[in-house]
T-cell receptor
Framework: GDSVTQMEGPVTLSEEAFLTINCTYT??????LFWYVQYPGEGLQLLLK?????DKGSNKGFEATYRKETTSFHLEKGSVQVSDSAVYFC????????????FGGGTRLMVKP | SQTIHQWPATLVQPVGSPLSLECTVE??????LYWYRQAAGRGLQLLFY??????ISSEVPQNLSASRPQDRQFILSSKKLLLSDSGFYLC?????????????FGEGSRLTVL
């Protein structure tokens, strides 16, 4: 079955550092890929998405590129802020209305001032 | 625009007591609905999903149950809570057709069983 693997956290960075959170997936066909963010005590929010190979999703300074050749969707940000501290989830779906989203285990990011 | 609401936001219940968490979606019709649980410091566990009124699929056998009495209402219940039921419960919806397949989550309900 489909699966998503994320780097284990926590990831601790200083403010203005460069962020990369790795995400790789195993899936048949051409899934859509997502990054969700969960701030402390809140639900998950969709951060960005990409629906086909070589698409780049971007939002709030975060970017991720759908790399089919490496089955990856790494999340990047050039300069993190303390307010980016959260748990980040990578996920995929097979674009079928009946199919589930498959989530990675989540990566906690802690940004220190 | 579509919105999703869960309540209560927090709940402290004794072991053996009943549970009812409610989720409603506004601004869309015939959504797929989901209940997830997130234990402290852990990932997401899919508990139930529903593709229509009265249609419930269970992913994990346990003492929880779900019901969908109306198109945009999804309820998570238990007759007798266990300590292991503590966690953060998230409701989510998804378009049945169209869109790009993403889930939209509610604010979450934090359950502590003592």
């Amino acid at each position: 079955g489909d699966s998503v693997t994320q780097m284990e956290g926590p990831v601790t960075l200083s403010e203005e550092a460069f962020l990369t959170i790795n995400c790789t997936y195993t899936a048949t066909g051409y899934p859509s890929l997502f990054w969700y963010v969960q701030y402390p005590g809140e639900g998950l929010q969709l951060l960005l998405k990409a629906t086909k190979a070589d698409d780049k999703g971007s939002n709030k300074g975060f970017e991720a590129t759908y790399r089919k050749e490496t089955t990856s969707f790494h999340l990047e940000k050039g300069s993190v802020q303390v307010s980016d501290s959260a748990v980040y989830f990578c996920a995929l779906t097979q674009n079928n209305a009946g199919n589930m989203l498959t989530f990675g285990g989540g990566t906690r990011l802690m940004v220190k001032p | 625009s579509q919105t999703i609401h869960q309540w209560p936001a927090t709940l402290v219940q004794p072991v053996g007591s009943p549970l009812s968490l409610e989720c409603t979606v506004e601004g869309t019709s015939n959504p797929n609905l989901y209940w997830y649980r997130q234990a402290a410091g852990r990932g997401l566990q899919l508990l139930f999903y529903s593709v229509g009124i009265g249609q419930i699929s269970s992913e994990v056998p346990q003492n929880l149950s779900a019901s969908r009495p109306q198109d945009r209402q999804f309820i998570l219940s238990s007759k007798k809570l266990l300590l292991s039921d503590s966690g953060f419960y998230l409701c989510a919806w998804r378009r049945l057709a169209g869109g790009t397949g993403e889930l939209f989550f509610g604010e979450g309900s934090r359950l502590t069983v003592l």
